[in-house]
């Protein structure tokens, strides 16, 4: 294996004093930061202006309340009315407030109405109507005023006083509290489990995906500069390979310690704990794993290549096998002990992001996690097995990609 070290720390002194590298030190968590906090972050912001809101009141009593509770709800800054609301009445019959109403939206001087029918209180939709209907926040507070409006209208037909009933409403905040076996308990909502489950997901992605990359560009920058044929008189092409491996492998795990350095060191400062220790070391074994496992399969299919197109193409069919367990995080978050994905757990290339996704919201079993981990270990070993039958032949081979039945045959006679 001496051989095999040469190579490893070549190849990892190579890439490590690289720009790229540096640069995705520091840009791939700025990027899960910025896809992960940013868009909230805007979300949550608004324009500190007024807004003109229509109503369209054919029952004749919704409109005072709504402008009167809504006006006095929600405020700006300087304490004037983040809401105005306009009483549409000029016409006779619906369609003709209706149009007056459109005309106000296109001419901008509102930016939507509510069209309210004639017994609102026994009405299930109310409609508003606007050019740009993406506005949630909006949306949410009208929703919550017309309900208070319409729910004391609806106590009052009932001959209640309403508010005695607002008097008797009890202020309520859930609190979820995780609880485990050993009797721990953990205050932590979906937000938590669900971020740190992401975080854990996006860090394999891009190890993987950019780890992956510079290794089949490698094989194919050897290939054709003819200098794999001088490191294989040098070195067998199964030590050439391990070398590989154990070489970005080591690249990738010193971005993983630089990422944890980064995370302990904020999680100190801000005094926030997103990870339970004994869920950190778990999921750090399955990124060993994971890694590993996809770092055999990116040695058996980029091997036979012989140009940057063809290692595009690949990339990208292991992408989408990638991205899958991103697609399927909220379901699982929600459900987690669901057939289907006990199912997927136990498919190679899904298990470390599955488990990923488990393990913060339910750990699983212990004689599961026994289970994946051994299934890893061997499909890691059959996986580098076969990548290296096909690495020693692919190696020296140029010109047309070959089939899938020559892949399997250099397999078996490999």
């Known amino acids: 294996m001496n051989k095999a070290f040469v190579v490893a720390t070549w190849e990892y002194l190579e890439k490590v004093k690289s720009k790229a590298f540096l640069i995705s030190l520091i840009m791939t968590p700025a990027m899960m930061l910025m896809f992960g906090v940013l868009p909230t972050f ?51 019959t619906t369609d003709d407030l209706r149009k007056e109403a459109d005309r106000m939206v296109f001419q901008d001087e509102i930016v939507g109405y509510l069209v309210i029918g004639n017994v609102a ?54 609190n979820p509290v995780k609880l485990s076996e050993s009797g721990k308990e953990e205050e932590g909502g979906f937000e938590k489990v669900f971020f740190s489950a992401y975080v854990f997901l996006m860090m394999l992605f891009f190890l993987i995906f ?17 200098i794999v ?21 080591a690249l990738g795990f010193t971005q993983l310690a630089f990422w944890g350095i980064m995370g302990l060191a904020l999680s100190l400062q801000f005094g926030f704990d997103l990870v339970d220790p004994v869920h950190a070391l778990l999921l750090t074994v399955y990124f060993v794993l994971g890694y590993l496992f996809y770092a055999a399969v990116f040695i058996a299919l980029g091997s036979p290549l012989t140009t ?22 909220l379901p699982a978050i929600q459900n987690p002990n669901a057939g289907w994905i006990s199912i ?67 397999v078996r006679n490999g």
């Open 229 to 249: 044929e001088i490191l294989v008189s040098s070195c067998s092409p199964t030590e050439l390979m391990a070398g590989k491996v154990l070489g970005l492998s």
């Open 308 to 329: 940057e197109q063809e290692a595009q193409q690949v990339n990208s069919y292991l992408v989408i096998v990638l991205v899958i367990p991103l697609v399927l995080a």
């Open 121 to 174: 209180h026994g009405d299930s939709v109310i409609e508003y109507r606007a050019k740009h209907t993406g506005d949630f926040r909006l949306s949410k507070r009208v929703e919550d005023v017309l309900r208070q409006i319409l729910t004391e209208q609806r106590i009052a037909s009932r001959g209640l006083d309403p508010k005695l009933v607002s008097d008797l409403r009890v202020p309520l905040d859930l």
């Open 210 to 226: 950019t780890s992956g990359q510079l290794l089949v560009r490698s094989v194919i920058e050897e290939k054709s500069n003819r």
């Open 42 to 92: 805007f979300a949550q912001q608004e324009e500190n202006v007024t807004q003109a809101i229509g109503i369209v009141d054919q029952s004749g009593n919704i409109a005072p309340q709504f402008s009167e509770r809504l006006e006095d709800r929600y405020r700006l800054p300087d304490d004037q009315p983040r809401y105005l609301v306009r009483w549409i009445r000029e016409g006779k």
């Open 344 to 410: 997927l757990t136990y498919i190679p290339l899904l298990t470390p992001t599955m488990m990923a996704l488990r393990i913060p919201i339910q750990m699983p079993s212990g004689l599961e996690i026994l289970a994946t981990i051994l299934l890893m270990l061997v499909s890691i070993y059959g996986a580098m097995w076969t990548a290296g039958r096909i690495f020693r032949i692919a190696i020296l081979s140029t010109g047309k990609r070959p089939s899938l039945r020559e892949l399997v045959a250099w």
